[in-house]
């Protein structure tokens, strides 16, 4: 059974820094796309950026220049780096990821969800 476990919440204060971890265990053939999503208290789940197999990146308008995705194939692992962090980034953030294991196609899976607070 594959599974995500986030890492590295918590609360920072603005113009702080953060950096979440999320790594996936389980029997795993491979991993296409990985990224993080979050949600605000009263909002949708959004989507914050995403890092496909090959290394290209996509990010949210709100969050480019401050935030910067990652990934370690070896080790089936997603990284996000959050830098300039602003009271609006707070939201519990999931880890997601593509990933095609035994017997099945490719299909999403999600972590948890770990809690990011930004206040003085």
């Known amino acids: 059974q594959v599974q995500l476990v986030e890492s590295g919440g918590g609360l920072a204060q603005p113009g702080g820094s953060m950096r979440l971890s999320c790594a996936a265990s389980?029997?795993?053939?491979?991993?296409?796309?990985m990224g993080w999503h979050r949600q605000a208290p009263g909002k949708q789940r959004e989507l914050v950026a995403t890092i496909i197999s090959g290394g290209s990146t996509t990010y949210q308008d709100a969050v480019k220049g401050r935030f910067t995705i990652s990934r370690d194939n070896a080790k089936s692992a997603v990284f996000l780096q959050m830098n300039s962090l602003k009271p609006e980034d707070t939201a519990v953030y999931y880890c997601h990821a593509v990933i095609k294991t035994t017997g099945t196609p490719l299909r999403d899976y999600w972590g948890q969800g770990t809690q990011v607070t930004v206040s003085s």
């Open positions: 389980g029997v795993i053939f491979g991993i296409n796309a």
